[in-house]
T-cell receptor, first 116, second 113 residues
Framework: AQTVTQSQPEMSVQEAETVTLSCTYD???????LFWYKQPPSRQMILVIR??????QNATENRFSVNFQKAAKSFSLKISDSQLGDAAMYFC?????????????FGPGTSLSVIP | DSGVTQTPKHLITATGQRVTLRCSPR?????VYWYQQSLDQGLQFLIQ???????AKGNILERFSAQQFPDLHSELNLSSLELGDSALYFC????????????FGPGTRLTVT
């Protein structure tokens, strides 16, 4: 069974600085998707970025980028120019590709604080 | 706004009772997923429906059941409620069973007293 680990329960960053959130996963599959979701205090789950395992190029969405290391099974999220609105819980998630269902496995989350 | 709606936003009920949570997926999405988020167990996948049929089951208790109707909205039924069922219940939808992103609704906060 696949597992997702986020080893940093809490992180903090100064406004305008850069922070990296870590995620590792365990799978025997070769093809899958990885996601970062953001959950602000409103509790809404918001997709931040996704990565397809067969793509070597790291995904980027504005100030958010990932460092995908397939061999190491690592999928970190870098947030550049941090803003107060980035303060939230961040979840790393895994989904198999090519299966008949779309179960998503979430990590335990990292709580990010942004210091003005 | 993800386009996924969930009702009610909050629900307070007593142990032993039964409740129904409702979800309307984004327009055009055929798949609906239910998740439970509790403090001690994080975000757990419960069940998935695709175009009216059950596709996958996760950590769903036998006291819980779900269905997806012809208009594609879905309901999650929770019965014989226990204190430990207090949680945030999310519904998510995606285009298909092989679709990419799952778009989450705002959640229903269930409190069992």
């Amino acid at each position: 069974a696949q597992t997702v680990t986020q080893s940093q329960p809490e992180m903090s960053v100064q406004e305008a600085e850069t922070v990296t959130l870590s995620c590792t996963y365990d799978t025997s599959e070769s093809d899958y998707y990885l996601f970062w979701y953001k959950q602000p205090p409103s509790r809404q789950m918001i997709l931040v970025i996704r990565q397809e395992a067969y793509k070597q190029q790291n995904a980027t969405e504005n100030r958010f980028s990932v460092n995908f290391q397939k061999a190491a099974k690592s999928f970190s999220l870098k947030i550049s120019d941090s803003q107060l609105g980035d303060a939230a819980m961040y979840f790393c998630a895994y989904r198999s590709r090519g299966t008949s269902y779309d179960k998503v496995i979430f990590g335990p989350g990292t709580s990010l604080s942004v210091i003005p | 706004d993800s386009g996924v709606t969930q009702t009610p936003k909050h629900l307070i009920t007593a142990t032993g009772q039964r409740v129904t949570l409702r979800c309307s997926p984004r327009s055009g999405d055929l798949s609906v997923y239910w998740y439970q988020q509790s403090l001690d167990q994080g975000l757990q996948f419960l069940i998935q429906y695709y175009n009216g049929e059950e596709r996958a089951k996760g950590n769903i208790l036998e006291r819980f059941s779900a269905q997806q109707f012809p208009d594609l909205h879905s309901e999650l039924n929770l019965s014989s409620l226990e204190l430990g069922d207090s949680a945030l219940y999310f519904c998510a939808s995606s285009v298909g069973s092989g679709g990419y992103e799952q778009y989450f609704g705002p959640g229903t906060r269930l409190t069992v007293t």
